[in-house]
């Protein structure tokens, strides 16, 4: 498997006064790479026509990403919720990274690296999710989050208060505890507690003790550890 940097064109100017970015090789595999998986993207084009947010993060982030031939390091990357591409910054131009073309992206965000599938590679009760799952864990038993875009529709008083008059988009995410190819939607600590059956008040005493953020998946993945005595 190949490991390289993809630069953006802003950090390869600066390298090319320097002997053509100074490592030809790394370039040739950069478009290699490019010329297989990097589809333009189609100045005013839209994956969709609603308003709202799409992408999981709205900066331009560096991301690591992983395919069955290429690991490699992206400088300029968005995450795109509701078609589940990788929206890439490369050379001047923006270019997509198909969910089809690509196994995992990683992030570093919160203190944390960050790992995310396309979600469309899970099958919850017979559907196919939609967009991110962030994954938490290795093994049978791992927290999964999943990152998606909703629908929104306009409340029936919108004229009036001023509001979108039309269907907008809006973030969401569901946290699941897989196991097995088994998926557990766990709402709340509650929930959370009781998926552990003979160890549920056990995991409730942990969270209490370490006054478990629920919102936080990893802090949840933590007390999995600890009711399971892996830590």
Known sequence: MNKFLLTTS??????????????????????????????????G??????????????????????????EASLNAAKLNLYTANIEVLYEGEEKLIYPTDYQQVKLKEGGHTKVFVPAQRYRIEGKVPTGFMEVIGDGEEMILVQHYT???????SANIVGGPTGSILIKGSKTYIYNRGKFTLVKNKKQFSKYFKSKSKKAKSLMKEKKTDFKDPYQLHEIMQLVYNKQ
């Open 10 to 43: 802003l950090a390869c100017f600066f390298l090319m006064s320097d002997a053509v970015c100074q490592f030809p090789e790394q370039l040739m595999v950069q478009q290699q790479f490019f010329n297989h998986y990097g589809k333009i993207y189609a100045k």
């Open 45 to 70: 084009t839209k994956p969709t026509e609603l308003s709202g947010p799409q992408f999981l993060y709205e900066t331009w982030m560096p991301v690591e990403i992983k395919t069955k031939e290429f």
């Open 150 to 156: 909703g629908i929104k529709e306009p409340g029936p």
